[in-house]
């Protein structure tokens, strides 16, 4: 056996059955040993597409994704989707191929050294020196993407160790651990349970705040259970947008400075006790730490012990798996009595939140003529199967699907990679999703920027059963952007419009989609129903621009109404 064989029988071994990539020259030998595996190679049109639908994989099926790159340009091209998903605690496996160590210090072409490259965005990034090393390393990869916090680790592979012979008798066992995620839990210690139950029946106001620890811990059933027996409100992250369902009366959706409903931020400025599980507390979940200026006696719990109080001061703080800390936390509520109930501080917030969305929802055309995006949402909140995945790209879609969404039922169901703003991140990553969740319809909503990113793999997505919806929100600008220039900088605005002149509808019909436009409410939700029942449908909707229609934002929507002079001396 040859070093490419031995790394295709790991990763089947490793329990891989998709595996997202491109070929290289560097990467023939692994290539060959490929196409007599058990294991899909999905084959993208970009490196940095495809390591996000290893992305997309991992969030929706709890299982490692792998994606796999040639060396030079493919190493570089593949690192902003390791930086997402390595800031985002989400579980990814990268293979590099590398030039041949002989050739190491003699200026090859699309030589580098990839693993300092990777490890300024990995756990781990390690190069395989001999094919003997190969099944330790990919064993130590899978542990430690998997083992909590999770992220992405990196293995590079010379092109002459991938062509070696090997000794026939390695170890080619496998962590069997982490084959799913998170490979490990840990515990909550007793006396910081026992505290915070105490300090929580001491609260008039108590919250519960989940952030994507809950995702990945699974523990949304657990910790709505709890604020049932608390009579406890719960808000989430973006990131932990969906961890609990939106529809349940303990639910008021998500905090912080980008897609939060007022009531949801009041709720925070309010509270007395908050409980934050399996969240950075990052400043725009604190809103620059506006939110808990209030100094509300906060437990934080969470499984990376370098979070922990990094953004706040908490009264007690746990370093555990936000499902096992959930469940000793309601083990203690239920020693305590029966549940308490909803409180009329929490009851009024959720009517308050509820009807910002029914409001936003019965939106249908601006005054520009333009379809409002709250409407948007009520459309496809009111179409869309129970089941369907909505993932929204960095820009017009986030903070509107953040705020006017209501997920139903626990899981990822509606979600945006946030650690790293990438955008052209929806539309490949609706492939891995399609593949993490066969079946179950895809929603890809993406802006003028990043459909320009990724266009192409529209063709790559036609090629898969669907439905996928892609949803082109077109407002000919980098809105966001244009929106900064507009409040902080007197309206300079410099290198954010678009021509104007493309036909995304009929590129989207060339690379194989149901391409069509929709200028009402009406005429959107009849596509949307249409494309349920359609492979790969592309819907193009023209929305305003930020600047035309400021969305829910919380510094925007405070410092609209100042002058240019007050606005200069806010941080945004």
């Keep these: ?45 970009d490196e940095r597409s495809t390591g996000y639908m290893a992305d997309a994989y991992a969030r929706l099926s709890s299982k490692p994704g792998v994606v796999e790159a ?124 026992t505290k915070t139950f105490e300090l929580a029946r001491g609260a008039e106001r108590r919250l519960i705040l989940c952030g994507g620890g809950v995702h990945l811990s699974r523990a949304g059933g657990a910790v709505l259970t709890l604020a049932e027996y608390l009579g406890a409100g719960i808000v989430t992250s973006m990131d932990g947008k969906g961890s609990v369902p939106e529809d349940h009366p303990s639910v008021l959706g998500v905090i912080g400075g980008n897609g939060a409903k007022e009531a949801c931020n009041r709720a925070v400025s309010e509270c007395d006790f908050l409980l934050a599980i399996g969240t950075k507390l990052n400043s725009t979940t604190t809103w620059g730490g506006q939110l808990l200026a209030h100094s509300p006696t906060l437990v934080h719990i969470d499984v990376d012990p370098e979070k922990l109080g990094l953004n706040a001061d908490p009264e007690v703080a746990i370093l555990a798996d936000a499902r096992l800390a959930a469940e000793d936390l309601l083990a203690a509520a239920h020693d305590a009595g029966s549940p308490r109930g909803y409180p ?95 079946g179950d319809p895809v929603v890809a909503l993406v802006g003028d920027g990043s459909l320009n990113m990724t266009l192409g793999e529209l063709e790559t997505l036609a090629a898969f059963e669907g439905p996928t919806i892609v949803i082109h929100f077109r407002n000919e600008a980098y809105g966001w952007i244009k929106m900064l220039q507009k409040l902080y900088y007197e309206e300079r605005y410099l290198s954010v419009d678009f021509s104007g002149r493309s036909s995304y509808v009929e590129a989207a019909r060339a690379l194989g989609a149901r391409a069509v436009a929709a200028s009402n409410r009406r005429e959107l939700s009849q596509e949307i129903e249409r494309s349920l029942e359609t492979n790969l449908s592309f819907i193009e909707i023209a929305v305003p621009a930020e600047t035309e229609l400021t969305p829910p934002v919380a510094a925007w929507r405070r410092d609209e109404a100042l002058s240019p002079e007050a606005r200069r001396r806010r941080s945004y």
């Design 1 to 45: 056996m040859h070093g490419a064989e031995i790394l295709v029988k790991m990763l089947e071994t490793q329990g891989v059955e998709v595996l997202f990539g491109l070929p290289g020259d560097t990467t023939m030998a692994f290539y060959d040993a490929l196409r007599d595996s058990t294991i899909r190679h999905v084959l993208g049109r």
């Design 70 to 193: 040639p060396s030079g340009g493919g190493a570089t091209y593949l690192l902003p989707a390791a930086a997402e998903s390595d800031d985002s605690s989400i579980p990814v496996v990268l293979l590099t191929s590398d030039t041949p160590l002989s050739s190491d210090n003699r200026a090859s072409i699309t030589s580098l050294d990839q693993t300092a490259l990777y490890g300024a965005v990995t756990r781990k990034s390690v190069r395989a020196l001999r094919p003997e090393f190969i099944p330790h390393l990919v064993r130590l990869a899978f542990r430690s993407a998997t083992a909590p916090p999770g992220g992405a680790a990196h293995i590079a592979f010379p092109e002459d160790v991938l062509s070696a012979g090997v000794p026939d008798d390695l170890d080619m066992g496998a962590c069997l651990p982490a084959t799913r995620y998170p490979a490990w839990r840990a515990r909550p210690d007793a006396d910081g349970v």
């Design 344 to 438: 009329e501080w929490l009851k009024a917030l959720r009517d308050e939140a509820d009807e910002e969305i029914r409001a936003a929802h019965s939106e249908d055309l601006t005054a520009t003529g333009h379809l409002h995006p709250g409407g948007v949402f009520g459309a496809l909140e009111a179409t869309l199967p129970r089941e369907s995945v909505l993932i929204a790209d960095a820009g017009t879609p986030t903070p509107y699907m953040m705020a006017y969404y209501r997920t139903r039922g626990s899981g990822r169901t509606a979600y945006a990679a946030r650690s790293h703003g990438s955008l052209g991140y929806a539309l490949p990553a609706a492939l891995g999703a399609h593949l993490a969740r066969p």
